[in-house]
């Protein structure tokens, strides 16, 4: 499985942000794909996971109402809208694969992109 993570920036707070994460080498569909993040001196933490085929969502209390996570199966991409951000969403966000169901923990994920830094402006 190949991630490569694309959309990141320099926002100012309450503004949106789209991240998007171009997949391959899926075997099947029952993978769950979700967005991490970590900031510097923070360990990384689960944002939002969906189930590739099925569509079921999980976020973290910190993000949910103001982020979306959707894919677009035809396209191979995983997208995170990023709305309202806040300078706390400052971060490196990773893009992760995993076979089998929802997990929100990044140890439940062996496949990872190399990132892309979201920088939130007050």
């Known amino acids: 499985v190949q991630l490569v993570e694309s959309g990141g920036g320099l926002v100012e707070t309450g503004e949106s942000l789209r991240l998007s994460c171009q997949v391959s080498g899926l075997t099947d569909d029952h993978y769950a794909l979700g967005w991490f993040r970590q900031a510097a001196s923070n360990e990384r933490e689960g944002v939002s996971v969906i189930h590739w085929r099925g569509g079921t969502t999980w976020y973290s209390s910190s993000v949910k109402g103001r982020f979306t996570i959707s894919r677009d199966i035809a396209d191979n991409r995983l997208y995170l809208q990023m709305d309202s951000v806040k300078p706390e969403d400052s971060a490196m966000y990773y893009c992760?694969?995993?076979?089998?169901?929802?997990?929100?923990?990044?140890?439940?994920?062996?496949?990872w992109g190399q990132g892309t830094q979201v920088t939130v402006d007050s």
């Open positions: 992760a694969a995993r076979l089998g169901g929802l997990r929100s923990g990044p140890e439940d994920f062996p496949y």
